[in-house]
């Protein structure tokens, strides 16, 4: 199973971090961890595109060898405030697209994704 935490601070999302196989079919030929992987790489190049991040201070990923999932993508908190909003747009999309891969895929035999919310407490 692929784990996703989104990580938040009040309504914005901070980072999404993801871990694991959807075990769906076999590696290379898993639909569910192929479209969970697009869905993050796309957000990680459209922060870098649209915002002008630099992908280097924000995306982190390693697979040490294995099939699965192993990443990380945290929003900057730079730039101005249009960039800062288009950032958000893209983490919820994403988040989005995860969601609905979950419903999607998920069942009540077999759990290939968990999305985890978690929240920073407001201060």
Known sequence: MISVIVNREGNQIRAIYANGHADYDDPGRDIVCSAVSTLLFTAASALEDICGYDSE?????????????????????????????????????????????????NDSKNKYVEIINSRTPEV
């Open 57 to 105: 201070e924000f995306f982190r990923i390693s697979n040490e060898g294995t099939e699965d999932v192993n990443l990380r993508i945290t929003v900057p908190d730079t730039g101005d405030d249009e960039t800062k909003n288009r950032a958000q747009v893209i983490m919820r999309t994403c988040e989005l697209g995860l969601i609905g891969i979950a419903r999607d895929y």
